[in-house]
Each structure stands twice: as C-alpha cells, then as structure tokens.
C-alpha cells in the first residue's frame, strides 16, 4: 500500500462518516435547520474559505459535502493526496459544526473545541511581535505521559502556541499540567476531528489579517505557508485517517513530525523516532527562530504565560498598590552613577513574608547611555507589565503606581525571590533597548517606610510631569509622524500612521513608543514620515504621508486621511482593539469593542464588523482603531468628531467616559456627554438607538448627514 493509498483510505473513511452524520442530522432536525460555529462572522470558516460559500442550513451543508467529493481524486499523484488531504479537513469541520447545533455547548473542560473570532484577533499582535513565534498541533498520545508533558512545556517555554489533540489532553491531565488560553497550551478535544479547529485559526488568520478572499484556495495556502508558521507532531500509532488529515495539514504549508517509522516526504512528513527531538526537528522543519534572553530566575520565562491566573489560594504574597504603597519607575542618569547589573533589596524578603499577606513593594530601574531620553522612561515602563507576566507563576497587573503582582506558591517554593524581579528587568531592558542602554541597575524597596517615600516623594512627581507632557503634544506640535508596520508579518498592505492624537489601532503603539522604535531600529517597523506638504487638513491628507504609504504598502494603498471614516479612512489589519462603524438612522457611529459579543444596533457583531473591516484594505464608514483614540480631538475630525458617537458597549463607556466626557466639554460645551451614549442595557437595534438619542437631545441628530 502507498501513501496514497492510506490517504485516500483515510478521505473515504471521514467522507463516510460524514456523509451518516448529516443525513442522520437532517432526518432529525430537517435541512432548514440553521447551523454555525459560535462567535465567529465566516460560517464554516474552513470551507468558507476555500469555496467562497458560506453554509447556513442542514440542506446547505449536504450540497457543500457534494462539492467536497469533487476534490477526492484519486490518481496516485501528490496534488490528489493534497486535495484529499483539504477534504478530510472540511468533512471534519462538518462534523464538528453538527455538534454546535441549536446552541449546544459539546466541550467541557478541559477542552474547547471551536475558538472565536476574537481569539484569533487577540492571538495577532503577539504573533505579528513574535511574542508567539509558532503554533504546535500534538495529535495522539506520547509513549509516557511524561514525555509528552515535557514536550508540551519545551513548547510553552519557548513561547510558542500549543494545541492539544486526543490522548495528549488526558496525559496532560494525568499528570496535573496546567492548560488553557491563559497559558497558550489549549486542548481542542478528544476526537481526531477536533483537529479542525485549530486548522480554522490558521485559515481566518488569512481572511482576518492576509485579505485572502474567500475562494481563493491557492492564495490561502499560499498565505498559510507563508505566514502561519505551524507543524504538527503526530505520535505513533498512525491510522489512515490521521495521515489524511496530515496531508491537509501539509497542503497548507505545515510539516508533520512523527515517530512512526513510515512513509517519508523531504520537509513534509519527518519522521524523528526520538519523541525528545521533536521540539528540535519541528522548530528546523518549519525554520522558526526561537530569541533567547537568559535570565537567572529558578523557573520559567515564556510568553506563554503572559495570561496565567494566580488565585488567591494559590499565591504566596501579593503586592497591591491599591491598598499599600508601590510603584514601577525608570529614571535616567549619568553612567558615572550606575554600576551595571546592581541588584539591591532593600526591606525584607518575600521568604520572609506571611504566606498570603498583602505587601508594599516599589522597583526603580536606573539606566545610562548616549542616546538614552527621558521620553523613553514610559515606554520602558509599559513593558514591565509584559516582562514580568512572562514569569512562570507570576501575575501583574496595571502601571505606574496602581500596580498588582502575585507570586504562586510553586514559584515561590522554587526558589523565586524578590531579587529576581530584578533579574527579569535587568535582563530584558538591557537585551531589548541595548542600543540606547549601557548600563542599568535595579533597586527593589519592601520595607514600608522606603516604598511611601518612593512612591510620593518620587515617582508621583516624575508620573505628573510625563502626563504634563503627553496632554501637551498634539499632531500639530510635532514636525514628523511615525509608520508602523509590525502586522504586514499578517497583513501585507496595511499600514499604520502613528501621530500624536493617534496611536496604532491595537492600541500597543503610541507616539512616542513609535519614536523610541524608531530610535532603537531606525531600519524596523517605525519609520519617519514627514507631513510638509498638506493636501487637505480637514481630513488630514499630506503628499508625504501618501508617498509614505505607497512605498510602505508596497503600492497597494495610494493615499489615506488621518481623519475621516469615510475619505479615504486608514486601513486595518486586523488587530484593533475597536471597530467603529456608521448607523445611518441616527446620523452617527457606533463603537465596538473585541470583548463584546452582543449584537450592536448596525445589526452587526464585533466579528460580522471586522470580517469586513480587516486585511489591510480601506472601508469607508468603517474604521478600526484603538480604545484611547476614541477620546482624542482628532477622532473622526472631519466628519465633526465624537459627537458622532451615539452608542458603544456599557464597559467600554465606562473605560473611555473620564477622557470622552473632557473632550466633549472642550469641543462642544456638553457636560456627561456619555450619558447620552447609548449601551446595549439600551438598545441593541437602530429604533430604539433613534428614540434614546431624541430623548437625550444627542448632536448627531443635528448634524449635517453622513452619507
């Protein structure tokens, strides 16, 4: 038997049981039976994506199954074994879609079968940063549980995505290892067709971030090869219908390493017998590059754990400036008053702390060099917050003095102490920003007394003069603009023009972050963008800015405002924290934000806006931007600026309220202009949204028409 032979013995064997469960479905339910994923705008994404069709009904769905019979071919050529390969795949994701009929819930913990739209969204910054530099598909079960626990975090460790598939789930479990998306380890489910779901997120990765238009098969395996850096590691014993699937994963450009001794293909399917090399040979395999920081610390650094949860009874101390005081805080100073690599305690240690007590802790980094600013301190400062979730077992939240850290009880019994907060700065501000720092130096303050006199003699001071500051820069006090182009690794011909009343749309990038950049990688992702020569400043349209464009996009964009939603709008890629959208019978636009998944009176969800809003290319009446610059002075300027907005999620309304309400009073004279914003405990339709906004008096009402 060829390999041919057991991929297409494995197509058929799915197709059958496809094709059983459908027809089983529609005896049941009918073929008018509607059917979806969950949360997600593109159907069945998967086949969505390679027909260009989008399945609504039982019906629907047992057509699509006749299309996919059009693709098992069977001459013993490898475009065949390919193309049955993509039909294995899209018979399992009719499987699975089966199981999601009439709003049912088929996965429970650990397991979470399909993941959302806004999952994928989420996963983009950090894989555009390399934060996350590969996915990993386990199928099956390891020989031991303990080898396959040990594969799964070489993966976590180095900050790479794990998906978890069949008997890996229950070994995981068996030896109690943490999972979940908090921590980047996430088991799909038991059955072999769960597999699916993580095939969906390469593939709305293309439609989201690529502009990848449904249909366009070639383009999408060319995207996913490209730009989706996964592998799959499939442990022996391999049945037909796994190497089937395995064929689809390797039309899509992702490798397969297994230790069956089996068929072999250069690149594509690797056998590696050794389970221990597998992490090696998949990283080779599928040319990953894994950027190593050594940090002295006793127990993991990866940003797999970026998202980990330390509970209360799961910690050994907490630091909480909302109760104590403490504080995080760069400060600049002159070369001849640092000593490198300085790491000073002073106050107790967290070994001599009550377990589960609420202490005082301030952190003040001292850095030197050349071409070191005082700009640069917030930066810094902001990558705090990433620096120390990445420990294993650690937990922070906030900045500046509203930080919260926890230590977990394993990390602490690890060996973690408070000298090594400063090993993780150290470490990391010196390899991320060496070409602006020679030296640096960390002091921890725990002693009550030193951290209220830190934190209020100190730094307070410093946090009010920065915020000074920041209120002060507008886009007309300052001679030059930033690009940024960090999503093109996703979304080749977007790009962001950063100002200072607009930072980047996912909310990651301000001004003078791009500025720092800039300076750090004068040839990286943050060019200097001239705005001398200004087309139309009601828009915000420069010659400059359009030249900048032209060549950053690689000539796919030609001019864009800075703005309007509705001339010319930016592009997106993807990653926005926050899509805003035009409701024509209020006159306005409505806001949505990536955590919301209701409905908004557009008669839209978050992600039927952002299938629509994404993959670098301009929508007008359709913007997607990041939750601060909702408050700017600047946000849809042209078509006469935020009181355009005339709904947006309740939470959302009360992150923005402080700074939106300020700008209102300022351009218009309106006091608690969130108050006459509509939320979804309002109104989720535009009739409703209309008489709300009659009876609030809301200025778009009376403003001159959109469209």
């Not at 386990?138 to 020989?143: D, E, V, Y």
């Not at 037909?240 to 594509?268: H, Q, R, W, Y």
């Not at 001071?461 to 820069?473: G, I, M, Q």
């Amino acid at each position: 038997m060829t390999l041919f032979d057991v991929v297409f013995s494995g197509n058929d064997t799915v197709y059958g049981l496809t094709e059983g469960a459908i027809d089983a479905a529609i005896e049941k339910h009918g073929a008018d039976k509607a059917i979806a994923f969950p949360d997600t705008a593109y159907s069945l994404p998967c086949y969505y994506a390679v027909t260009g069709t989008k399945v609504a009904t039982l019906g629907q769905l047992k057509e699509a199954l006749g299309v996919v019979k059009t693709l098992m071919t069977r001459e013993q050529k490898l475009n065949d074994a390919f193309m049955s390969g993509i039909a294995t795949a899209l018979c399992a994701e009719f499987i699975e879609v089966l199981k999601y009929i009439d709003g049912a819930a088929p996965y429970e913990a650990p397991c979470y079968g399909h993941l959302a739209d806004a999952v994928i969204r989420e996963l983009g910054v950090p894989l555009v940063t390399g934060d996350i530099p590969g996915v990993a598909v386990i199928l099956g079960a390891a020989p031991t549980a303990q080898e396959g626990v040990d594969l799964v975090k070489s993966y976590q460790s180095q900050g790479i995505l794990v998906t978890l598939v069949g008997g890996i789930i229950d070994q995981c479990e068996e030896l109690g290892y943490k999972t979940g998306a908090n921590v980047r380890v996430i088991p799909l489910g038991k059955d072999v067709t769960s597999v699916i779901h993580v095939v969906s997120v390469a593939v709305r990765a293309a439609l989201i971030f690529g502009n990848i238009q449904p249909g366009d098969a070639a383009g999408l395996m060319k995207y996913t090869m490209e730009r989706v850096p996964a592998f799959v590691n499939a442990f022996a014993p391999l049945d037909p219908v796994i190497v089937a699937c395995g064929a689809g994963a390797i039309a899509l450009g992702f490798p397969v390493i297994t230790n069956e001794d089996t068929f072999k293909v250069p690149k594509s399917l690797i056998v590696q017998p050794d389970v221990s090399k597998f992490n090696a040979t998949s990283l080779e395999a599928r040319d990953i590059k894994i950027k190593i920081t050594n940090i002295d610390i006793p127990v993991a650094f990866a940003s797999a754990f970026e998202g980990e949860i330390i509970r209360r009874g799961d910690m050994q101390v907490e630091f909480d400036g909302s109760r104590v005081d403490c504080c995080e805080l760069v400060m600049t100073k002159d070369a001849s008053e640092i000593e490198d690599h300085k790491i000073t305690l002073i106050g107790p240690d967290i070994d001599e702390m009550p377990v589960g007590s609420k202490q005082s802790i301030c952190y003040v980094v001292e850095v030197a060099g050349k071409s070191m600013q005082s700009d640069f301190e917030p930066v810094f400062e902001r990558k705090f917050h990433s620096y120390l979730n990445c420990v294993e077992g650690m937990m922070h939240t906030g900045q500046r003095d509203m930080i919260r850290i926890r230590v977990s009880k394993e990390t602490f019994e690890a060996g973690f102490r408070a000298k090594h907060i400063g090993e993780v700065l150290y470490a990391k501000v010196k390899s991320e920003f060496a070409a602006v720092v020679d030296k640096c130096q960390v002091t921890i303050y725990t002693d009550p007394a030193e951290c209220t006199r830190v934190r209020h003699e100190v730094a307070m001071s410093l946090f009010d003069k920065r915020d000074e500051r920041l209120n002060t820069l507008t886009d007309e006090g300052v001679d030059v603009y930033y690009s940024c182009i960090m999503c093109q690794a996703f979304s080749p011909s977007h790009v962001c023009v950063v100002t200072p009343e607009r930072l980047g749309l996912c909310g990651a990038v301000s001004w003078l972050d791009a500025k720092a950049t800039n300076e750090l990688d004068p040839q990286g992702p943050c060019q200097v963008i001239t705005k001398e020569r200004p087309i139309d400043e009601r828009i915000g349209e420069y010659e400059d800015v359009n030249e900048a464009v032209q060549k950053l996009s690689q000539g796919a964009l030609e001019d864009v405002s800075l703005y309007s939603i509705i001339e010319k709008p930016m592009t997106s890629c993807g990653c926005f924290e926050c899509i805003c959208g035009i409701e024509p019978l209020s006159n306005g636009v409505c806001i949505a934000n990536r955590e919301y998944a209701g409905m908004t009176p557009i008669g839209m969800t978050f992600s039927e806006l952002a299938s629509m809003t994404g993959g670098g290319v301009q929508t007008p009446g359709f913007m997607g931007h990041g939750k601060h610059f909702i408050a700017s002075k600047k946000f849809m300027k042209a078509e006469g600026g935020v009181a355009r907005i005339v709904w947006m999620p309740k939470e959302l309304k009360e992150q923005v309220a402080e700074r939106l309400n300020a700008t209102a009073k300022e351009l218009y004279g309106i006091d608690n202009f969130c108050d006459m914003i509509a939320d979804e405990t309002i109104a989720e339709d535009p009739e409703t949204l209309l008489a709300y906004l009659e009876e609030k008096g809301h200025p778009a009402l009376t403003m001159e028409p959109m469209m």
